[in-house]
T-cell receptor
Framework: GAVVSQHPSRVICKSGTSVKIECRSL??????MFWYRQFPKQSLMLMAT?????????EQGVEKDKFLINHASLTLSTLTVTSAHPEDSSFYIC????????FGPGTRLTVL | EDKVVQSPLSLVVHEGDTVTLNCSYE??????LLWYKQEKKAPTFLFML??SGIEKKSGRLSSILDKKELSSILNITATQTGDSAIYLC???????????WGAGTKLIIKP
């Protein structure tokens, strides 16, 4: 199946810093990618839809100025968590708009 | 509001048992229903179901969709400890690839 990679797989940062997470489609072009967040013992929550060459679409309750999404090419979407705080600690997962949807391996963010 | 409900939320069985996981949905623009297995990392794809009544099978796992009942089941026969995971059901909507997720069923297989 389609391969989606994410980097980094794990990051620990201090409160107030910004963290960038990359999501790449390795053997196909993805005009649309999705970013999810998953808290412990909960299901995936869609944060935003990333569209190549245009602005991302954010779900209700997700701050677009805090979670910056850039989809500058057909194989790369990035999520930047700006001014991260401990409550942003979570598992962030991207997926490509493929049939069926394939997921990246996820990034575990811990904000101290 | 679109929603996907999974049951049970958790299940503990012994190795060798057969389990059936349920997923029901209420959505406005159904495209497909998907099953994923999640261990410590991101979900891995199991099945994609679009047509009612056609069983999909992969080894000891099988799944079927009932569009009349707006539900699907995932069966695992002769369970093994490696089947322990969270099983997620998602419904894909319309033509924009968006998924509505169930809460998942946490399955624990005891040796």
């Amino acid at each position: 199946g389609a391969v989606v990679s994410q980097h980094p797989s794990r990051v620990i940062c201090k409160s107030g810093t910004s963290v960038k997470i990359e999501c790449r489609s390795l053997d196909f072009q993805a005009t649309t990618m999705f970013w999810y967040r998953q808290f412990p013992k909960q299901s995936l929550m869609l944060m935003a839809t990333s569209n190549e060459g245009s602005k991302a679409t954010y779900e209700q309750g997700v701050e677009k100025d805090k979670f910056l999404i850039n989809h500058a090419s057909l194989t790369l979407s990035t999520l930047t968590v700006t001014s991260a705080h401990p409550e942003d600690s979570s598992f962030y997962i991207c997926s490509a708009a493929t049939v069926p949807p394939y997921f990246g391996p996820g990034t575990r963010l811990t904000v101290l | 509001e679109d929603k996907v409900v999974q049951s049970p939320l958790s299940l503990v069985v012994h190795e060798g048992d057969t389990v059936t996981l349920n997923c029901s949905y209420e959505v406005t623009n159904f495209r497909s229903l998907l099953w994923y297995k999640q261990e410590k990392k991101a979900p891995t794809f199991l099945f994609m179901l679009t047509s009612s009544g056609i069983e999909k099978k992969s080894g000891r796992l099988s799944s079927i969709l009932d569009k009349k009942e707006l539900s699907s089941i995932l069966n695992i026969t002769a369970t093994q400890t490696g089947d322990s995971a969270i099983y997620l059901c998602a419904v894909e909507l319309g033509s924009n690839y968006q998924l509505i997720w169930g809460a998942g069923t946490k399955l624990i297989i005891k040796p």
